[in-house]
């Protein structure tokens, strides 16, 4: 097959010259590299300077990693046994400098001989005064070859299997480098917006691959992948915006209508202090997303004694003004005890019972709980997973709360909103966003609220790091 017949950014591996079935297999396996493109997006983590030549004689202390060319004058092996150590006398038109091998003796011996010429690059270090090279890497002058390179040399992360079979990092660069003769700029077409570019000075798409595979100063390295950074955020926002819109056109939700007496009842004379402004922002955004008739997914964040329950209850006494139930989901049984006495004592004074159902919920009350659902006289519910048994049906169900909602598998949450026959509204509660929260919110399967602002009279929570020797000051 040629190239010219279609095999371009999404070609298999195994067909860039240089890979075969075999390498593609562990391409694969070990970094996730199907295609051209996974491999042309496969970038470097860091660079070498191989661009410059020093003398001998130029090497300076200062200098970490250096670069020199010379001819081997002398060769021996000095030593034995943990001692041995392969020596190498290296000459320039400047001076002579000692390279000295402890590990891969016989080996480096086989590509060493007196008389050739070789480039040697590695970190530098000086003994009595004097420079040397200890396990530098060295390569044989060929005739009318370059010595220095025209760019950085690119370090790719790679595996002890993929070396194995001859994929270490200059291997990957050199795969890189045929890939990259293979293509040109229209097979990589731009994504962002020509104002976007020209607004931030950003290189072009292709442009910018080739300068971070082999730039040839830092600085162009740098532009490029700034302008790839930029690239990911602006897919994800797109990708954010999209998900959203598709779910707010699509996924009919239970209307919210009014504001009704146990809400009100509730924000008039149970409330236990005056509310704050991130919570009233909060109940806002919450009153909004309900009376769109479409389903709200929304997580709320807050720190704990934020007032986070205290948004949850108005949010369930919204769906109970409006003839629904709601049920509250939490990870244990102690949390499920704690939520359900401070909830029960709040509601007392409105006449609005609530129920626990836990894993040691007794049968007989089990049997009681779930008829009162399934008949619509009871309207709120606090539990565990318990709430997600078959036996556990609503009548009309229309809000679920779910507080540290990463501690709950996707297929368990699921099972919860199927209790109803229209997508009941979802409110999340974290006081931890974790990073897979924090992914659903960036894919759009979750819009966020924030509650930013503690209560009168709550100690503002403070996190730090103490070490083992400072344990009793925590």
């Known amino acids: 097959m040629s190239f010219s017949t ?9 067909f860039l010259k240089g890979v075969g079935p075999l390498r593609a297999e562990l391409l694969k396996k070990e970094l996730a590299i199907y295609t051209f493109e996974d491999l042309l997006f496969h970038f470097p983590y860091r660079y070498i300077d191989r661009t410059k030549i020093s003398s001998i004689a130029g090497l300076k202390a200062e ?12 060769t021996e092996v000095v030593g034995q046994r943990a001692g041995k150590r392969f020596v190498v006398q290296l000459k320039d038109k400047s001076g002579i400098i000692e390279l000295a091998w402890f590990k891969g003796i016989n080996w480096v011996q086989k590509q060493l001989m007196v008389g050739h010429s070789y480039l040697v690059y590695g970190r530098l270090s ?12 060295v390569e044989k002058i060929e005739p009318d070859q370059p010595l220095a390179k025209n760019h950085l040399e690119p370090v790719y992360s790679t595996t002890e299997k993929l070396k194995a079979k001859g994929l270490g990092g200059r291997q990957l660069a050199k795969l890189t480098q045929t890939l990259l003769t293979q293509l040109q700029d229209t097979d990589l077409p731009e994504i962002l917006p020509s104002s976007i570019i020209k607004e931030n000075q950003f290189v072009g798409r292709w442009q910018g691959v080739c300068q971070l595979h082999f730039p040839r100063e830092t600085s162009a390295a740098a532009k490029a992948m700034e302008r790839f950074k930029y690239e990911e955020l602006f897919i994800a926002q797109v990708r954010m915006q999209l998900l959203r819109s598709q779910r707010h056109r699509h996924t009919a939700g239970v209307l919210f209508e009014k504001v009704g007496h ?24 919450i009153r909004v997303d309900t009376a769109k008739g479409r ?22 006494l919204l769906a109970v003004d409006n003839d629904y139930q709601a049920c509250l989901m939490v990870p244990t049984e102690i949390l499920a005890q704690q939520h359900f006495q401070s909830i029960n004592s709040l509601l007392e004074k409105i006449n609005l019972p609530v129920a626990l159902l836990t894993g040691s919920t007794k049968t007989a ?23 997600i048994e078959e036996t556990v049906q ?61 209560p009168p009279g709550r100690i503002p929570i403070k996190t730090v790091h103490r070490f083992e020797k400072d344990r009793s000051k925590v």
């Open 126 to 137: 000086f003994f009595n005064g004097r420079p040397q090279f200890v396990h530098p890497e």
């Open 6 to 14: 279609g095999m371009k950014l999404q070609s298999p591996i195994e």
């Open 262 to 285: 146990y809400f009100n009842s509730f924000y008039e004379t149970c409330l236990p202090f005056e509310l704050t402004g991130a919570q009233k922002r909060v109940l806002k955004e």
């Open 394 to 454: 609503f009548k009309k169900l229309g809000l679920v709360i779910i507080d540290e909602q990463h501690r709950f598998g996707v297929a368990q949450r699921a099972r919860l909103w199927k209790k109803a026959a229209i997508p009941p509204h979802i409110l999340v509660m974290t006081a931890t966003p974790i990073p897979r929260t924090l992914a659903m919110t960036a894919y759009g399967d979750l819009d966020s609220s924030i509650i930013d602002e503690l």
């Open 365 to 387: 009350e089990r049997k009681k709980i779930a008829a009162s659902l399934e008949s619509g006289e009871l309207k709120l519910l606090v539990g565990t997973h318990a709430l």
């Open 63 to 74: 200098m970490d990693f250096a670069q020199i060319a010379g001819v081997v004058l002398h």
């Open 295 to 316: 389903q709200m997914n929304r997580l709320l964040q807050g720190d704990v004694g934020s007032g986070k329950t205290i948004v949850a209850i108005l949010t369930m």
